[in-house]
T-cell receptor, first 113, second 114 residues
Framework: DAGVTQSPTHLIKTRGQQVTLRCSPI?????VSWYQQVLGQGPQFIFQ???????GRGNFPDRFSARQFPNYSSELNVNALLLGDSALYLC????????????FGSGTRLTVV | GENVEQHPSTLSVQEGDSAVIKCTYS??????FPWYKQELGKGPQLIID?????GEKKDQRIAVTLNKTAKHFSLHITETQPEDSAVYFC?????????????FGGGTRVLVKP
């Protein structure tokens, strides 16, 4: 089975632009979470979605938004990019009916210049 | 909210020796404590986890212990090998809460010297 897949793998954007990151969870996983990992730090929680509904939101500005589609894939949108948004963006999925573990994708490396 | 502290930030061990990483958490409602290994250019990989109703769990060379009273949990790697070199993260979560997010520690960079 394929793991959590994210696209694109790398992205370079200019300050002020908008970006959309995509995530496909493991087949059968209905819960998707997004994390931001700045270089040298642990991942920080951004959003969790389950069955297309937002279940939780971290301490991020309204420039960050996300949604989950009927096939449980998800998109993370960031508007008005700042230099400080440069990070590895990770998506994780979980089987809410089974174990408690989250499986992470390899991430999208976003560089804002 | 939850706060997770992780120590040490870097750890260098000789191949074959043991490595221990310690974490503390602040929220007594946390009931799930996973450990992740992250290699360069990759996402975090779950290596072991423990629930709050268990004090210790072992999987081959890796073990995790949990002290709920002290709000401490630790990762033990025995007989370290060069392929154990990576950044390790502890995390805590309240699985029963809405939006059951993982709160991560700051990470430990482990270097296993051959």
């Amino acid at each position: 089975d394929a793991g959590v897949t994210q696209s694109p793998t790398h992205l370079i954007k200019t300050r002020g632009q908008q970006v959309t990151l995509r995530c496909s969870p493991i087949s059968g996983h209905k819960s998707v979470s997004w994390y931001q990992q700045v270089l040298g730090q642990g991942p920080q929680f951004i959003f969790q979605y389950y069955e297309k509904e937002e279940r939780g939101r971290g301490n991020f500005p309204d420039r960050f938004s996300a949604r989950q589609f009927p096939n449980y894939s998800s998109e993370l949108n960031v508007n008005a990019l700042l230099l400080g948004d440069s990070a590895l963006y990770l998506c994780a999925s979980r089987d809410e009916t089974g174990g408690w573990g989250y499986t992470f994708g390899s991430g999208t490396r976003l560089t804002v210049v | 909210g939850e706060n997770v502290e992780q120590h040490p930030s870097t750890l260098s061990v000789q191949e074959g020796d043991s490595a221990v990483i310690k974490c503390t958490y602040s929220d007594s409602a946390s009931n799930y404590f996973p450990w992740y290994k992250q290699e360069l250019g990759k996402g975090p990989q779950l290596i072991i986890d423990i629930r709050s109703n268990v004090g210790e769990k072992k999987d081959q060379r890796i073990a995790v212990t949990l002290n709920k009273t002290a709000k401490h949990f630790s990762l033990h790697i025995t007989e370290t090998q060069p392929e154990d070199s990576a950044v390790y993260f502890c995390a805590a979560s309240s699985v029963k809460a809405a939006g059951n997010k993982l709160t991560f520690g700051g990470g430990t960079r482990v270097l296993v010297k051959p």
